[in-house]
């Protein structure tokens, strides 16, 4: 008997793409990694902004020191639902960290957004790709919300990638601003 999979429709707002994959562009050379932030409701996801973590090793305590700052400023219909995370090898594999901060969310609808290199008409680009990580969830992007490359062309002509602040950079200066608000 086959199971039917519960479709649940994804919508990801511009910002998180230019947040997310700005961080993957500065740091092209190593892993990086952040977390997702918005709401979950039986039948969709919705996605309104990302939060740069890290871009090098990281330990327990600035991971939970970092997740506490990020939930003490969230409005209250807001809340951390997923991770994303880009491979500096690019072989697609989840990292351990980005799976104890999903294991930690402990939703069943939490979102990995697994950004990688891809070739287009022989030039290289990002792209961001939602993976379920429940096997019976199947998610539907919506239309508005298009996994395309040209949200971030712009920003990247402007050198705006050399100005994202993610917790590594944060904890080293605490006056750099790791909200990156000059992207909204």
């Known amino acids: 008997m086959d199971q039917q ?3 649940v429709s994804v919508d990801i707002q511009k910002i998180v793409y230019k947040k997310a994959m700005l961080h993957a562009c500065k740091y092209s050379t190593e892993d990086v990694i952040g977390i997702l932030i918005g709401q979950i409701t039986d039948k969709s996801i919705n996605i309104v ?3 740069p973590l890290f871009h090098s090793r990281v330990s327990l305590n600035t991971l939970e020191v970092s997740l506490d700052i990020i939930s003490s400023e969230l409005q209250n219909d807001r809340k951390i639902i997923g991770v994303y995370e880009a491979k500096a090898n690019f072989r697609g594999i989840m990292s351990e960290l980005a799976r ?4 930690n969310i402990n939703q069943n609808k939490a979102i990995l957004m697994r950004i990688s290199q891809i070739e287009v008409d022989d030039t290289f680009v990002l792209n961001a790709k939602i993976v379920s990580q429940n096997e019976n969830v199947k998610h539907v992007i919506n239309s508005s919300s298009t996994l395309e490359w040209w949200v971030i062309q712009d920003c990247l002509k402007a050198g705006l ?5 993610d917790f590594d950079a944060h904890f080293e200066n605490v006056q750099l601003n790791f909200r990156n608000q000059y992207l909204e």
């Not at 104890?100 to 294991?103: H, S």
């Open 5 to 7: 999979l519960e479709q």
């Open 49 to 51: 902004d990302a939060y």
């Open 161 to 165: 990638h050399w100005k994202i602040v």
């Open 100 to 103: 104890e901060i999903l294991n």
